[in-house]
């Protein structure tokens, strides 16, 4: 009978120091920023990264050291969304990761910045995604920041769980939604799953909320109300409605940050709003002290 071969490569026990290394580091580098806070929606279609991305300029522009770690490993979108597609994320000296810059200062951290080509496919299982994003936090040389948006795929699964486990401080979430209300009854979801996870929810943001002609009528082409709905339903604040304009569509498409490119837009200055509610309540600079932890 033959005898069995050697094992070779990492043992179980390596491995486990190894990970427990990476959260020590995570630990260590979340420390330095102040507020972390998961993008969810339950939902794809919302304009979640977009909202993510023009989120990080709007605290930006406010003056706030501002990153996004862009957590959609399948569907990574946020280089395109802030200008940086084709850009390739760089090592330092001591082998961690050097974040891209966009526009106003602001930091990202994405796999369609490792990619070949932006139609390469991720084709990874879920223990995969977890070591990828947990490598990523650990070996990102983040610096101090005010705030860090994990932008993250439609859903409750792999990726928005792994967040939830290893980013031990996480400051809570912002659910995004559009006013129809088939996105309401998903989205409920990603606020059961923060709930469930006793991830406080900082609140609900709606997207494409209406369309304003040059006459000041305005359309509600996808429905009326829901982000409002959702926040009187689950006790949670509604932080702002972002109106639609033709031209996101078309920065998006070109790659180039709507916020920056269109600053006196309504949309713009709806996210400078939504910006300030923000900053209200998680620095606990208004009448609100923190975010909502209401069951």
Not at 62 to 90: E, F, N
Not at 171 to 181: E, F, N, R
């Amino acid at each position: 009978m033959a005898s069995r071969p050697p094992r070779t490569g990492i043992t179980r026990e390596q491995i486990f120091k190894q990970i427990m290394e990476q959260q020590r580091k995570i630990k260590e580098k979340m420390s330095k920023i102040k507020y972390k806070i998961m993008i969810l929606s339950g939902k794809g279609g919302v304009g979640k990264s977009f909202v993510t991305a023009s989120l990080a300029f709007a605290l930006a522009k406010k003056g706030r050291k501002v990153a996004i770690l862009d957590a959609d490993i399948h569907g990574p979108s946020i280089p395109k969304m802030t200008g940086l597609q084709g850009y390739t994320l760089m090592a330092s000296p001591e082998g961690e990761i050097l974040p891209a810059t966009a526009e106003l200062g602001v930091k990202v951290v994405s796999i369609g910045l490792m990619l070949a080509e932006a139609a390469t496919p991720v084709i990874w299982r879920g223990p995969l995604k977890a070591s990828a994003l947990r490598e990523l936090l650990a070996y990102t040389a983040w610096g101090e920041l005010d705030y860090l948006l994990i932008d993250l795929p439609p859903g409750t699964g792999d990726e928005q769980l792994s967040i939830a486990q290893l980013i031990p401080d996480l400051t809570g979430a912002i659910i995004v939604t559009i006013p129809s209300d088939v996105s309401r009854i998903v989205v409920l979801k990603a606020v059961t799953f923060a709930k469930k996870l006793n991830i406080p929810i900082i609140g609900i943001i709606e997207n494409m909320s209406y369309f304003e002609c040059p006459d000041g009528s305005r359309h509600y082409i996808f429905g009326k109300g829901a982000g409002r709905r959702i926040a009187e339903e689950t006790g949670l604040r509604f932080l702002g409605e972002i109106p639609i304009d033709p031209r996101i569509s078309e920065a998006n498409d070109k790659g180039e940050p709507f916020f920056i490119k269109y600053p006196d837009s309504k949309a713009a200055k709806a996210f400078l709003a939504v910006a300030d509610r923000v900053i209200e309540i998680v620095e606990g600079g208004g009448e609100e002290k923190g975010p909502s932890t209401e069951k």
